[in-house]
């Protein structure tokens, strides 16, 4: 699947000289900006600004083992202080407001910085609900152009830092919650990519291919384990101010490297406590809508919209079942 991936990109970001329009490549269109769950796909004009916000909210139902459905009775059984089960969870929902600034020092330089806040909920089988909130990972960025040309194609180096700000010690009463349910990694990570764009008079596409390397182990002794993320979107110009997009994304993400040593005694209780049934391979469908005030009081601000929801998954030891994810968003840039 990985293979298959990187081989598509491959050959779209590099044998389609068709898929190209006369002139640079230019934001100022509905399509100008990628699918809204996309980070770091754009650059700016040397002293531009730009400030964000983004509302995504995650739903993950039902039990997974590997990519197979799970009964209750049958994950029980691999979890025999789990009470016939009850302990495992049943459903979880991850909301995340997004606040973002981006600002270019040169043409060839921007910069980016977003603060996260999470609010995460989670039900186990017997009913009892858990939750947690606050502050994520502060992420600080650099982008950096490498090819910039005068038939629509551009392409960039995302080198992106998370700062160890959320919680690890989070707790429901007196109880430390799952890994899951956390708020932050707890480690300095490393995230870069490599973005290219294209656009011809009516369509536009972009590909991005990255990860994130955990850079060392947190004050608990653990990471949460090394990422690998590829995107591949294309979108159609509609009007002057709408486009509308699909998006195909595979995403890697490694179990626990270490463990939580105050979780060790809960990991035989439920999935959510146990460093193995952390990470997993998830390819994802996307389906948006971006729109663009070209005129009036709102010039220059936009609004997009994407639904996501999963084509294969197969996630690390018993896990729940990523169901959908919705991202809605504002823009503006001056
Ligand atoms: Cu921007």
């Not at 039990?63 to 009470?83: F, H, N, R, T, V």
């Not at 909130?133 to 551009?154: A, F, I, Q, W």
Request: with cysteine; hydrophobic share 40%.
């Amino acid at each position: 699947m990985n293979h298959l991936f990187l081989k598509f990109l491959a050959i779209l970001t590099l044998a389609c000289p068709a898929l190209a329009h006369e002139g640079p490549w230019t934001a100022s269109r509905p399509d100008g900006h990628a699918p809204i769950s996309v980070m770091g796909d754009h650059m700016h004009k040397m002293g531009e600004w730009m400030v964000s916000y983004r509302y995504m909210t995650m739903d993950m139902k039902g039990l997974k083992k590997g990519s197979s459905d799970i009964a209750k009775a049958q994950a029980a059984a691999l979890y025999p202080m789990s009470m016939m089960g009850n302990m495992l969870p049943k459903e979880m929902t991850m909301d995340m407001h997004m606040l973002g600034t981006m600002h270019a020092i040169s043409d060839k330089w921007t910069f980016m910085g977003m603060v996260n806040y999470l609010d995460n909920e989670m039900s186990m089988q017997s009913g009892m609900k858990m939750e947690s909130s606050g502050v994520s990972d502060v992420k600080l960025g650099g982008l950096y152009e490498l090819l910039s040309t005068d038939h629509g194609r551009r392409a960039h180096l995302n080198l992106g830092l998370s700062l160890p700000t959320g919680s690890i010690d989070e707790k429901s009463g007196s109880n430390l919650l799952g890994y899951g349910m956390q708020l932050g990694s707890g480690t300095w990570d490393f995230n870069p990519a490599i973005t290219f764009l294209g656009q011809t008079e009516d369509y536009s596409w972009g590909a991005q291919l990255g990860g994130v390397l955990r850079m060392n182990d947190n004050k608990q002794d653990y990471n949460l384990g090394n990422r690998l993320e590829g995107s591949l979107w294309g979108a159609r110009k509609i009007t002057d101010s709408i486009s509308a997009s699909v998006k195909f994304d595979y995403l890697s993400q490694s179990d626990l490297d270490g463990e939580d040593s105050r979780m060790m005694m809960m990991k035989t209780m439920s999935s959510a406590f146990d460093p193995k049934a952390q990470g997993r391979d998830v390819s994802t469908l996307g389906l948006g809508l971006n729109y663009y005030f070209q005129d009036g009081s709102l010039q220059g601000h936009r609004i997009a919209a994407e639904w996501e929801t999963p084509i294969s998954q197969n996630v690390n030891g018993v896990q729940l079942e990523l169901d959908s994810v919705w991202t809605l968003g504002w823009q503006y840039a001056w």
